[in-house]
């Protein structure tokens, strides 16, 4: 069996496009998805592989792509794609995990310093000319010695752990499922119930997938629960934290500060309320848009395609 186009679906920034190229052997025939929908269906209809970054593969597009063999989930979740529908036509599906963890975790603990630090206004207050260095004194914390609950301990869970001891944090976290002794002592993280980690933790740091199970897993009683002053981090899929108890949380003053890279409207609107408040910072969905994370999961993208028993890979 021969491969035809490998079919992009996703961003069509050339910063990225540029990378998806330079990891595709010379010998993948390689198109991105077109805006045409006339021109798009007529690539969907000599497609046998699709790498998707941010689309939606459901049954309508798979019965355009009669030759479709396989799709290649650049990230860690299966996100878009009808697996029944997918399962149902014969069609294989991959996915990449742990591979954007380095870029998240340092994103994460980035944004844990921002917040922490009042970052974002202290800088646009010197933009705009106001420069007096005691404006949040009482408001600004060091992490040194504080508690950081992390929900979730996968891959990005533990590069977080890792780097927040690295900081002099306490580290605990709460997952549905508990890691070995082994694990929590490699990652210097201690298990502890969620209401636990709600009641104690300084600083807390989501990075659990967006599935039944999670999904509202933070919402109002849940924030009301959490320290006077602490801080939340909303690093993995909106959905988990409920944004409305959160913004209201942050307004009252119970929170002192979140840092959000997830949201339910992606981008999130201007007059976003969240993005309204000033102890929020915010970011677009970026933690793991770095060139080495990016460059790394196009690299091995191409490297399971290329691995598939279809016979040799040729350009038609």
Known sequence: MKYGHILWIGEKDPEVTTLLYEAAPACFQLEIASDDPQVFDEQLAQTSV???????????????????????????????????????????????????????AEHTILMMLAVSRHLVPLHNGLVAGRSNSNSYLNSSLEVTGKTIGIIGLGHIGKAVATRAAGLGMKVIYYDLVQSQQDAEISHHASFAQLDVLLQTSDVVSVHVPLTAETMSMIGEAELSTMKPGSLVLCMSRSGIVDEVALASHLERGHLAGAGIDVWSTEPPRPDDPLLALPNVVGTPHSGAQTRDAVSRCFRAAMDSIARMDVGEVVVQ
């Open 50 to 104: 699709i790498v998707n970054g941010a689309g939606t593969i459901d049954a309508p597009l798979m019965d355009k792509a009669p030759g479709l063999m396989f799709i290649q989930r650049v990230g860690a979740g299966i996100d878009g794609i009808d697996i029944e529908a997918a399962h149902a036509r014969g069609i294989r599906i991959g996915n990449l995990s742990g591979l954007n963890a380095v870029s998240v």
